[in-house]
Each structure stands twice: as structure tokens, then as C-alpha cells.
């Protein structure tokens, strides 16, 4: 069972509004990725971490979207001005790096009225 | 590039069927490939892993080959149950560094009692 814990678990934001999510990795993994997943169950990768270090982020998150993962703190993942198209299910994930096993948080479900 | 192809949206199968989803992947790097399996209102949760070191994996039940001649990753179950109902996502390991997972666009299984 995955030890990665996301919340809040459901988050309703109006359009403009700020959105920030939170995840814990699992003990001892240093890597941690952020996904977006649609209403088409379509995977969108985000960015990813090596303990505090991006690894690599896509062009979408450079600009609304920011995270970090601080030492001795959750991770967090940020929208600065919710977009209807933003609505989705936001998913953490974390791993020992390689292509080693990855494990998911059950996401955060993030609503834009 | 690295891609992964399920062509199988949907699956409906009665209990003790057999079940086969078809899963093939295209990648110029040596693979590493997953199953994860979602249920509604959760996360992937991790339900085998293959490497071309092991090219089978087996877990509670289900069983995934790797076959490097037909870039094949097929995901088979001598008996599905109620409760294995479920997206199933065929997904490959980027090798490249950035560790990514890049996701097959999934196989609804509905078992019927």
C-alpha cells in the first residue's frame, strides 16, 4: 500500500482564485512527481523533483503553476489563477529515482467553478 | 518518441473469464515496464513491474510478458473476480533521466457477478 498522503483530498476554487495542494512522499524517496490527470483519464506529467532539485517540468507549470519540496516540509504544488481547464485530479508520486518503482498519494480532485 | 498504445478502451467480462488486455509500447532505449491498476476515487496503485533483466512479472493473480520481438507487454489473469474491476494503464519507464512514467490510455475492466 502506498504510504504517499495528498491533501486536501477535494478542493473547489473559483476562476482566478489560488490553488495550492500539499504531499508527503513516502519515507526515503527523494524523487516526487506531480501529475495531472483529465476526465479522459489522460496522464499529463508536471515537474519532478530529486530532493529539493527540479529534475525537469513541462512549459504549462513554468508559468500559473509553481513547487517546491523543501527539506522537512511537504511538497506542494501551487495554481495561481485557477482556470476552468485546470480542473482535474492532481496526483503525487514518489520513488527511490531510476526506473525503480513509483508510487502514488490517492490525489487531490481540484474543482474550478 | 516514447510512446505506449492500449487499444482496448473497455473490457466486460463475467467472473472466472480469462483476461487478456492488450498493451504494446515503442521505445528506443531498453524498457522498463508497469501495470498500475486505478479504482474510482483513488490513485494508481502499482500492480506489477518488468525489466528486460526479468521479463515476467506476476502479482495477486495477474501476469504481464515482455516480448521484445512484438514490443509487447500483455496483461493476462487466469480468472478475473468483481473486485478487479478497474482502469488498467499499461505504462513505461522513460529511461532518458527525468524518470517520468508515460501512460498507456488505460483499459476499463467491468466483471460481472
Known amino acids: 500500500n502506498s504510504k504517499v498522503i495528498q491533501t486536501p483530498r477535494y478542493l473547489v476554487k473559483g476562476q482566478g482564485q489560488k490553488a495550492k495542494m500539499r504531499c508527503i512522499p513516502e519515507?526515503?524517496?527523494?524523487?516526487v512527481f506531480w501529475y495531472q490527470q483529465n476526465k479522459n483519464n489522460e496522464f499529463k506529467f508536471l515537474i519532478n523533483f530529486q530532493n529539493q532539485e527540479v529534475l525537469q517540468q513541462i512549459d504549462m507549470t513554468e508559468k500559473r503553476f509553481s513547487a517546491e519540496c523543501p527539506s522537512n516540509s511537504p511538497c506542494s504544488l501551487e495554481i495561481q489563477s485557477s482556470e476552468a481547464g485546470d480542473s482535474a485530479l492532481y496526483l503525487c508520486?514518489?520513488?527511490?529515482?531510476?526506473?525503480?518503482?513509483?508510487?502514488f498519494g490517492k490525489g487531490t480532485r481540484l474543482t474550478v467553478v | 518518441g516514447d510512446s505506449v498504445t492500449q487499444m482496448q478502451g473497455q473490457v466486460t467480462l463475467s467472473e472466472d473469464d480469462f483476461l487478456f488486455i492488450n498493451c504494446t509500447y515503442s521505445?528506443?532505449?531498453?524498457?522498463?515496464l508497469f501495470w498500475y491498476v486505478q479504482y474510482p476515487g483513488e490513485g494508481p496503485q502499482l500492480l506489477l513491474k518488468v525489466t528486460t533483466a526479468n521479463n515476467k512479472g506476476i502479482s495477486r493473480g495477474f501476469e504481464a510478458t515482455y516480448d521484445k520481438r512484438t514490443t509487447s507487454f500483455h496483461l493476462q489473469k487466469a480468472s478475473v473476480q468483481e473486485s478487479d474491476s478497474a482502469v488498467y494503464y499499461c505504462?513505461?519507464?522513460?529511461?532518458?533521466?527525468?524518470?517520468?512514467?508515460?501512460f498507456g490510455s488505460g483499459t476499463q475492466l467491468t466483471v460481472m457477478p
Open positions: 505504462v513505461l519507464g522513460d529511461p532518458s533521466g527525468s524518470w517520468q512514467l508515460i
Open positions: 521505445t528506443t532505449w531498453y524498457p522498463t
Open positions: 519515507k526515503g524517496h527523494p524523487v
Open positions: 508520486a514518489s520513488s527511490l529515482g531510476g526506473n525503480t518503482e513509483v508510487f
